[in-house]
């Protein structure tokens, strides 16, 4: 029986310490597509992606630059891609989560296997050489993944306010399922800190090693991507390109400048959002599943809380979700073990 699916792919902070190695676990027969990444990045002057991956321990300084993030997500996220059964699962769409939406555009085929290492790389350096801004994470939900009542709208309208303080910058990042990710200056973040209570004895939770993505103040990266990076790098996308705004890009009808452009100009600067996404992945293709790949599990949570937010299947709960997972699975991440053999 073929299942339908709609792949996602994740974004930064997914390759951690239990990352470490992921490659070599799973895809040491991908050796020749690996020798071809490493060849791109020892031309770049950079530390080959097989070196940071099998090295003896995992350092967070390291391993979690955006120059050196970047490309190992991308590595292990595409090849879990190529090693999806095509046999048994019918892959209807793409998605992916911030940084995600660069690995999507591989495996949907906008961008070649090196096109993809290329802008992924591209953008992670930059990204990292200037680490304008920060990131911090806070959630609008409850422990059963329903909307606390009028929550976003009160951290919104807070983060609204302290940007129009002077000297602080705060603005919307990405919307991820039941949270909110937050990007601006040490005066905004700091401000949002002192102001918002802490919940789950976590957040609001900054994130290290991350810019003010998704924002204005990365107009300057942004302008660089597009002087690095061409469109002629871009082509025709064979499987449906879900973004960050709920489009779709059609395969064979894609206006490729456009793409170009919204990939390195509006997708930089702009807030993400990515329930809007899996909203739009859900209701338009109603695939059988989710799969999302790996490094990583984190980026289960927010699909599986966006999909209960868009009330998709029924659900309306964590439970009803779970309840629904434990009977069909509808939702595998290659990143755990126990689930990637369902797909592979």
Not at 184 to 207: I, K, S, T, W
Request: proline share 5%; charged share 20%.
């Amino acid at each position: 029986m073929t299942l339908t699916a709609v792949v996602v792919a994740p974004g930064r902070g997914t390759y951690n310490k239990t990352e470490l190695g992921y490659l070599l676990r799973h895809h040491a027969k991908r050796r020749a597509l690996f020798d071809t990444f490493d060849d791109f990045r020892r031309s770049q002057g950079q530390e080959t992606i097989s070196e940071l991956d099998e090295a003896p321990r995992f350092i967070g300084s390291k391993h979690t630059r955006g120059d050196n993030a970047s490309p190992l997500i991308y590595s292990c996220a595409y090849s879990d891609f190529l090693a999806i059964d095509r046999d048994r699962i019918d892959i209807v769409a793409v998605t992916g989560n911030s940084m995600g939406w660069y690995i999507a555009l591989a495996c949907a085929g906008a961008l070649n296997d090196l096109g993809g290492l290329q802008v992924v790389n591209t953008m992670g350096t930059l990204m990292q050489d200037h680490l304008i801004g920060e990131q911090l994470i806070y959630p609008f939900v409850n422990d059963n993944w329903q909307p606390v009542p009028a929550q976003q709208q009160d951290i919104l309208a807070t983060v609204a306010r302290i940007n129009a303080l002077p000297d602080h910058v705060l603005d919307l990042s990405i919307d991820l399922g039941g949270m909110l990710v937050l990007a601006g200056n040490d005066l905004g973040l700091a401000a949002f800190e002192r102001e918002m209570p802490r919940v789950q004895d976590r957040f609001p939770m900054r994130l290290p090693n991350h810019a003010g993505f998704h924002t204005a103040l990365q107009e300057p990266v942004a302008a660089l991507g597009r002087q690095a990076l061409s469109e002629d790098l871009f082509r025709q996308p064979s499987l449906p390109l879900v973004d960050g705004r709920g489009g779709v890009w059609w395969p064979h009808s894609s206006h490729l400048p456009a793409l170009w452009d919204y990939t390195l100009n509006h997708q930089v600067v702009k807030s993400y959002d990515f329930t809007a996404a899996i909203r739009t992945a859900a209701r338009e293709f109603m695939p059988d599943l989710f799969i999302v790949l790996g490094p990583g599990t984190t980026l289960g949570g927010a699909v599986a809380q966006s999909l209960v937010l868009s009330n998709w299947r029924g659900w309306d709960t964590k439970n009803a979700f779970q309840q629904e997972q434990s009977q069909n699975m509808r939702l595998v991440s290659m990143g755990n073990p126990d689930q990637r053999d369902f797909v592979t």
